[in-house]
């Protein structure tokens, strides 16, 4: 059985003070036998996080990393530097990173090949333009980012990589695919981990992201193939992040 996983992304957004605060308000409260609660939040606000939650069941995880060990990389971290303050996730790929920062696919084969080498499970993202949806092309562009994301990861390490299926065009617009899409494309996704590893593929949790929120992750956790949530705008409040775990 695949646990599911509810993930919040932060993006760029709180203060330490504010972190500290949203810790206090979810610690105790999260509903562990239903979900994994991760925080992915900005580097300044990692390890206050990852120490206000100690003794909790709440993980924490960055959203980027460098590929390299260390060098001369002005402005990046380190995947051993994430791993020092205890992350526990990464998110790898986020459809922002792609367009804003240069992400490609080979890096994000990089990176995912780097986390779990030093033992941070990565969420990796992949998802399509409204453009492609439009044109029909969703599945073939999910194909080729998850297998260029998956090149050479190791069967035994296949079931600590989380996929999180995030449509451009749903992401912090107030558009979700409907549950039905969202799925469609899931099992999709589950088919070609299968094509390259088999029944293992069985055991990779795969997210929907886009727009989760409150009011309808009722709906998208009931879909046969999700499993769980990567969520910016909605995991910013307490309750709602609460809210959410509490599916
Ligand atoms: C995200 O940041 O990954 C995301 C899905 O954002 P939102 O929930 O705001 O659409």
């Known amino acids: 059985m695949r646990k599911p996983i509810i993930a919040g992304n932060w993006k760029m957004n709180k203060t330490i003070k504010e972190a500290l605060e949203f810790a206090e308000a979810v610690k105790g409260k999260t509903c562990p036998d239903k979900a994994e609660a991760v925080i992915c939040a900005p580097f300044t606000l990692l390890?206050?996080?990852?120490?206000?939650v100690v003794g909790t069941d709440i993980k924490i995880g960055a959203q980027n990393m460098h590929f390299e060990d260390n060098g001369?990389?002005?402005?990046e971290v380190a995947p051993a530097m994430l791993k020092e303050i205890g992350m526990d996730y990464v998110i790898i790929g986020h459809s922002e990173r792609r367009q804003?920062?240069?992400?490609?696919?080979?890096?994000v084969n990089k990176k995912v090949l780097k986390a779990l080498e030093v033992g941070i499970d990565p969420i990796v993202c992949c998802g399509e333009t409204l453009e492609e949806r439009e044109a029909d092309k969703t599945k073939d562009v999910v194909k080729v980012q998850v297998e260029a994301a998956l090149k050479d990861v190791a069967k035994e390490d296949l079931a600590k990589v989380v996929i999180a299926y995030e449509p451009i065009w749903a992401i912090g617009t107030g558009k979700t695919a409907t549950s039905e899409q969202a799925n469609d494309?899931?099992?999709?996704?589950?088919?070609?981990v299968k094509g390259l590893?088999?029944?293992l593929a069985e055991e990779v949790r795969i997210q929907y992201g886009g727009s989760v929120k409150p009011a309808n992750v009722a709906e998208i956790m009931a879909q046969s193939d999700i499993d769980g949530a990567l969520v910016g705008g909605a995991s910013l409040k307490a309750?709602?992040?609460?809210a959410l775990l509490n599916f």
């Open 185 to 192: 494309v899931i099992a999709y996704i589950r088919e070609v």
């Open 100 to 107: 804003y920062f240069n992400e490609t696919d080979e890096t």
């Open 239 to 242: 309750e709602d992040f609460l």
């Open 72 to 75: 001369a990389f002005t402005g």
């Open 197 to 199: 590893y088999g029944e």
């Open 47 to 52: 390890k206050d996080l990852k120490e206000a």
